[in-house]
């Protein structure tokens, strides 16, 4: 089991899903917390949970859109606690149509949105990330299973998802040399809210798991769970990887 006893984390998209359920498993493995979203309901009482559970959790509203948030929030870790040694960048969106649009139908603000969250958002994160981390730190951020392969209706939120991965191994490449190590998680369908609102626009009880070996969406935890890995010291030879957690999607 990953331990992260004496580490500090800051993650992004906290307040729900694959955020949340990494949030509550690296505050149970021992590492201390600063923790961002968007959504500000959410954080405060997400936040409130894991501190009446004894995790040491700081909280910060960011939008990952917007550099002077992001700057912010890894200045408030840095003061509050001196050091970041591990940094999960989750927040994300599907975007307004859900992944049911054709290229040919989608929108230039469809675009700006899910690019400015998926792509730029993690660009911003680890540009601060990385001034403040010293040797042994840990960076994972929210690919996708189609940060690997294409997906019909999926096209804006594919191409957010393949400029992760870019960035993550771009970034290792550079980083190798400071023992930064740089590394993402590929998730196929999770049962979050993200999905819920794929299925609302469907009009389905579930998604279509044909492209999957389960036949059932994932649950945040089986997430978490390498998540907490690869920002641990037992993955220290890790580093540009982009890890399937798909269900045997790419098999
Ligand atoms: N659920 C899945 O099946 C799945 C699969 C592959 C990848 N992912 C990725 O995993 C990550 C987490 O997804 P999830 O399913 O938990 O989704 P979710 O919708 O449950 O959580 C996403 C969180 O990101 C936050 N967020 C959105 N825009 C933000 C912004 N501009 N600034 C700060 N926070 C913002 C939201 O408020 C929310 O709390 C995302 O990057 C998503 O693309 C999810």
Known sequence: MANLEGKVIALTGAA???????????????????????NQGQLETVASALSDSGITAIFTVVDVTKSSDVKSFIEKTMKEFGRLDGAANLAGVIGRNASTADLRDETDEEWDLIMNVNAKGVFKCMREELKVMKSGASVVNAASVLALTGKAQASIYCASKHAVAGLIRAAAREEGKNNIRINGVAPGFIDTPMVSAVEEALNVTHVDFSPQAFERKGKPVEIANIIAFLLSDESAFVTGAVWTADGGWIC
Not at 18 to 38: E, F
């Open 16 to 38: 729900s899903g694959i955020g949340l359920a990494t949030a509550k498993l690296l505050g149970q493995r021992g590492a201390t917390l600063s923790l961002a979203d968007i």
